[in-house]
């Protein structure tokens, strides 16, 4: 059996997995694994109290101390932490990089892995890098923060706010990606921390994306988003759809179901790519007549956390917690295997993200027959379909909170009957998506060599 080395700054154990890009490489390592017939060696940051090293179905994990402890996954993106943490992570990858030699290939998920990309990559080693998320298309939404007024009272974010407001739209992405090139030296510049912290961010991206042997995108419409961003990209790009999951737990709520209530999820972490701030928005619109059979349930950490979403994640928690007539649930993070459950128990997932390179709630709720409502954002348009799956048209910002309400305003005109007719609908659709599916496309970009 082989060796491919995979690099990651998060890998939890799967029992303690609770957010979508470390639930994505829990996942997929065990069909990997057997699809590509290797083992996999796993270089990931240590957070909190995890074990030095682990193993499992098909790899190993060792997990590298930071200089300074993380208490949660938010806390690496911190300025005081990113650059030192990453950094160690690097020097770790490198040194088991070259004990197994360049005829390894090597896996690094996430933007947070550029300069390991890049250092390996010129070293000869075939890097396929896992693009999960995108700082650059990050960098676009949050100067979008001049064109919205529901965001630029959640955020704390006067430097955004004023670029936005003299970056013309049509530019943006253009100056985006000069921004990425210029990101090694303007994150030393005496600029902000928070824009500081952007630079190093998109400079990492840039090495991630300038140097890989093959890029794998997790949805094929974010493929196109990272190609129409960065150029270089498109002839060495694929996608891929995530698979759903194979052991469901029994369903699980905070009160008793009952027929005549709707239960309404949100799931995902507490900053502003996932429209927290736009969804409490919408419900404060509802009357108390379409209010009152609401049963609410957050996960995710809203309101909690140590990353730099923090003040905002308080602020929008507290927009929910003032909801009137609707019985909220904030029950924070939740395991993955508790999340399954909630999504059982629900009804309705909403799902309002701003950008969205896929999103595997989308799948989790599927499979458990939870009807979804969500953006129009990359991920959801490539897997949702009516009449389970409703997609809202978010391209305007000033008209998201109208599209979330009437969303649930149409989903609250639902019978029981068509709830769970639908909801077979969406169970079924979820058949079509496989972790071994998934397991192929990467083993065929690492193993392509």
Known sequence: MNTVLAIAPHFPSPDDSSDGQANYMTALAPFLSREADVHLQIIAL?????????????????????????????????????VPSLKTLAHAASAQADALGTSTPVWCHGYETGEIVEALSKRGHHVVAVVHYSVGVETIHDLALGDDTVRREAFDSPWATLIGRVWPTPYRNMGVRWASRIGNIAQHAPLPMSIQTQFTKLALERKMVANAS???????????????????????????????????????????????????????????????????QAFKRLSPQEAAPIDLVLIGGIGHGNGPYSAYSEHVAHDFDCLEHIRVDNLGALSHRDTLAHLAAADLLLFPSVFEPFGLVLLEAMSTGCCVLASNAAGPSDVLRSPWGITMNFQDPNTRVDAITQGIQSFLSWDRDRIRTRSSLARRSADQFSWRQCASVHSKALMDI
């Open 214 to 280: 093959r890029l794998v995108a997790v949805s094929p419409s974010f493929e196109q988003e990272i190609n129409s961003l960065y150029p270089c990209t498109v002839d060495r790009s694929t996608s891929v759809i995530a698979g759903v999951p194979t052991d469901l737990p029994p369903p699980l709520w905070p009160h008793p179901i009952q027929e005549e209530r709707r239960r309404i999820i949100m799931v995902g972490r507490p900053t502003g790519q996932k429209g927290w701030d736009y969804a409490a």
């Open 46 to 82: 240590q957070v909190g109290s995890q074990a030095a090293q682990e193993s499992g179905d098909g790899w190993t994990v060792q997990r590298i101390p930071p200089p300074k402890p993380l208490n949660d996954i938010f806390s690496l993106y911190l300025s005081e932490h990113l």
